[in-house]
């Protein structure tokens, strides 16, 4: 998979932070709640994607937190 040049990688992501304004909107105006779970190993990515997605909301209406590391138990639900 080719990489995307950084002008290239801005204009995507701010037409899709649009989007997410848009849809954080709806939610608001509506009552529903809407849960995003990111999962993957460590040095995956996803404390920027997780950036990308909360800089662009408020505060008030996105939460980020970091879980535990999951017990064995767990692991194999």
């Known amino acids: 998979m ?3 040049k950084r002008k290239e ?3 995507a992501l701010e037409q899709l932070q649009v989007e997410l304004n848009v849809m954080a909107r709806w939610l608001q105006h509506t009552g529903k709640r809407l849960v995003v779970i990111f999962e993957g190993r ?4 996803k404390g920027g994607a ?4 909360a800089d662009c909301l408020s505060p008030r209406q996105c939460h980020v937190t970091a879980l535990s590391k999951p017990t064995e138990r767990e692991q194999g639900q």
Do not use: F, M, P, V
């Open 50 to 53: 997780i950036n990308a997605i």
């Open 2 to 4: 080719a990489k995307l």
């Open 9 to 11: 990688y801005d204009e």
């Open 42 to 45: 460590d040095t995956a990515g």
